[in-house]
């Protein structure tokens, strides 16, 4: 039941929706700072994607802020795992291509990733990376080209950059414009939303 909500609401609800990209996934293995991950669920719900995968083995897992995650977690889609095989195996099955965030000689540049595929990106724990199943078990790997002394990006900046090539790939391609959901998908979605 949406009519409670005023129209520009249901408006803004329903153009938000239609513009999510199913088909970009983001997945933290062992992110230990939480304020890492609110500002990267800010970041995918600014960037339009809609579900974050989440590997927690080692690390306890994050209690994600109102605040500094702006809200946005009532509006990106969580879902947790406790094996990295048990994640993949489920993207996997779901189409995706998966991507592993690591420095290594045999990994892409990011800007050689065609981000407009069905396509999940790995991004590690802060001190660590990725772990060895992780970086092993994906598809490919990739890293962001850096040209400093340091060769290292705080986990949240790397996510941005890496959403907003998407964005920008997803753009240029025009798949902003229509819904990567099915009719039914998006009507549940916007119920949903509507709902919070």
Not at 102 to 121: F, G, H, P, Q, W
Not at 170 to 180: A, D, F, P, V
Request: proline fraction near 2%; charge should be positive.
């Amino acid at each position: 039941m949406r009519s409670f909500k005023t129209e520009r609401r249901e408006k803004k609800i329903t153009s938000v929706a239609a513009a999510r990209q199913k088909y970009l996934r983001i997945v933290l293995e062992n992110i230990h700072d939480p304020h890492n991950v609110s500002a990267i669920f800010r970041t995918c719900d600014a960037a339009g994607i809609p579900k974050v995968s989440l590997i927690y083995t080692k690390e306890k897992f994050p209690k994600i802020g109102k605040k500094s995650s702006a809200s946005a977690y009532k509006w990106i889609e969580k879902e947790k795992f406790s094996t990295v095989k048990d994640c993949y195996d489920k993207l996997h099955d779901e189409g995706f291509l998966i991507y592993a965030s690591s420095i290594s000689d045999d990994a892409k540049n990011l800007y050689e990733i065609d981000l407009t595929k069905k396509v999940a990106i790995v991004l590690g724990n802060e001190h660590r990376g990725v772990s060895g199943d992780a970086a092993d078990l994906a598809d490919e790997k990739f890293l962001i080209p850096m040209f400093g002394m340091v060769q290292s990006l705080n986990v949240s900046v790397a996510a941005a950059i890496i959403a907003y090539e998407g964005l920008r790939q997803r753009k240029e391609m025009g798949m902003y414009e229509s819904s990567e959901y099915s009719e039914t998908e998006l009507e549940k979605i916007i119920d949903d939303w509507c709902k919070k």
